[in-house]
């Protein structure tokens, strides 16, 4: 999986002008009053509650529709954010959430069963839309967007090419509404670490080759000789993907940017020392053995036992951290950002994501509430709704002062004030909203100290690099036949690819038994299927 939960940095004071779950599920504080229950509202209260806040254009009557959603924190409705969606839309909503973890084998069960919530957000969505959606699982939304009923979601999509087309699934047909960040610029992951404990043993962060971050790991490892000094969750392919991308390479196919043409990334020398890398780090003690199996718990506790000291993670993870660990949390913990090294003297700049991301919103081809959730999805486009999705009820959860910075009348926990009690508002919840603004990410991600910390060592090591947007496939025979081969060659070469660092495959046979295979498995004809995609996506 390559995670681009993302996270994205725009123009401020401390950011660059101009970047996936992320991420945070909570907010800002002020005072703490709940709000008043509006079940307990007659009908005709109700009626005038949707007209006051045009609501009526959303839903007519009262309606309860289900929303299924990735959640590794369990919902019950009663969040602030289903109470605003209620204020504003008359929709109540029932949430079906699951954890990460078993978010695939529900989804796919769900598909194949055809019974399908009214509702679902599913990270990784395109895939679901392009293949399910023409099947007749999710509710074509070309007419709706033809007949001028999806305008806030067209204007949207238009402000950033070429989300239009990549939204577009094979059919020609527009089956999910993405997530978007209106923002220039929001960082995803970084390199990040212990700073504190970098800064106590005068240990430098930025790193200018593979070499000095080797070196500071092995010296961590004599000053806590029970540590794993670099430290990485979220499986096998997020360990080796992020070292790949340091070095300008991929663990499967991808985007030259030079070039402008697609390559594959593990027949290359950088992929090849990448592994290199991993096998000395694993060989030494120096990386988590457990790094395809590490829970979060596993991997907090590295972090909150000084037993863990660098990894890849988004920068809000450093005041996200705090709030999970809690009385745990060593004295003068500090999680921050770090320079990535430099590979054959040029540093990659981080990830950034601008605009479209792969993850929709989608609607059961079965709900009985087809046009309200039409209408639903677009109202989540609207200032309003992006308002109402990222800071709750305007006047009840939230105030604008006079700069028009926002100012939360909730005791709402978010970076800025990790000791709020509302722990769960999901405001502000990727797996939720449907566009994150500048206004949003001033307001939560810019607002923590570890966060802002981050930022300004980025921007003023120029770290950042830019927004890439990947090929669309058109012709879904294309499209399957390139997913097929990619398949079993990305499982191969990950299997392949651990026994290298694990030490159970010598390094000398990637060219001489890997690539080969590679090769008898149809990566030529990938690239030539990708290629053609990606002319066409971008009318080359």
């Known amino acids: 999986m390559k995670r681009f939960l993302v996270f994205f940095v725009a123009i401020i004071v401390l950011i660059v002008t101009g970047c996936s779950s992320n991420n945070s599920n909570n907010n800002e504080s002020a005072t703490n009053t709940e709000p008043a229950a509006t079940n307990a509202s007659t009908d005709a209260d109700k009626d005038a509650e949707a007209s006051a806040t045009g609501a009526e254009k959303i839903s007519a009557k009262p309606i309860e529709v289900n929303w299924f959603f990735t959640a590794n924190t369990p919902y019950t409705g009663d969040e602030e954010v289903f109470k605003t969606i209620e204020k504003y839309t008359n929709i109540k909503i029932k949430p079906i959430n699951v954890s990460r973890a078993d978010s695939a084998e529900k989804i796919n069960t769900m598909l194949a069963s055809g019974e399908l919530p009214d509702m679902m957000s599913l990270q990784g969505g395109q895939k679901y839309a392009d293949k399910y959606g023409p099947q007749g699982a999710f509710l074509d939304l070309t007419t709706y967007m033809e007949a001028g009923k999806l305008d806030n979601m067209k204007a949207m999509l238009e402000k950033y090419s070429p989300a239009m087309d990549l939204t577009r699934s094979p059919d020609g047909k527009y089956y999910g509404a993405p997530r978007m960040y209106d923002v220039p610029y929001r960082a995803d992951e970084v390199l990040i670490g212990r700073t504190d404990i970098f800064a106590k043993n005068n240990l430098s962060t930025k790193f200018e080759s593979f070499d000095d971050l080797y070196n500071t790991l092995v010296e961590l490892k004599k000053l806590y000789p029970d540590s794993y000094p670099y430290f990485v969750r979220w499986g096998t392919n997020h360990l080796i993907w992020n070292q790949a991308y340091f070095r300008g390479t991929d663990t499967s196919f991808h985007l030259d940017q030079a070039s402008q043409k697609y390559v594959y990334g593990p027949d290359s020398q950088a992929y090849k020392d990448t592994l290199i890398f ?133 005791d709402f926990q978010t970076p800025a004030t990790p000791n709020g009690t509302i722990t769960n508002s999901g405001l502000n919840n990727q797996d939720l909203f449907t566009v994150v603004n500048q ?27 830019k927004a890439t947007f990947n090929a669309k496939f058109t012709n879904d025979d294309e499209q399957k036949e390139y997913g097929d081969i990619k398949t079993a060659i990305d499982t191969y070469v990950e299997e392949a690819s651990v026994n290298v660092i694990i030490g159970k495959q010598s390094i000398d046979t990637w060219d001489t038994k890997v690539i080969p295979q590679v090769k008898e498995l149809g990566s030529e004809r990938a690239l030539e299927l990708i290629n053609k995609a990606y002319d066409e996506t971008f009318k080359k």
């Not at 307001?443 to 950042?464: H, P, W």
């Open 439 to 465: 206004e949003a990410i001033n307001t939560y991600e810019l607002n923590g100290a570890a966060m802002k910390k981050s930022v300004a060592f980025l921007n003023e090591n120029n770290a950042f690099g």
């Open 278 to 410: 991993l096998n000395k780090l694993y060989s030494e003690g120096l990386l988590n053995p457990n790094f395809a199996t590490i829970t979060d718990e596993e991997w907090n506790e590295l972090l909150a036992t000084n037993k863990g000291f660098v990894t890849i993670d988004y920068p809000q993870a450093g005041d996200e951290i705090i709030q999970t660990m809690g009385d745990k949390t060593p004295e003068g913990f500090e999680f921050t950002a770090m320079l990535q090294p430099k590979y054959n003297d040029t540093r990659v700049g981080t990830i950034v994501l601008s605009g479209y991301y792969g993850a929709l919103k989608m609607i059961s081809s079965n709900s009985k509430y087809k046009d309200e959730l039409v209408n639903l999805i677009n109202w989540m486009y609207s200032p309003e709704g992006i308002n109402a999705m990222q800071f709750g009820i305007e006047g009840e959860s939230y105030e604008k002062n006079a700069d028009g910075t926002v100012k939360f009348l909730k």
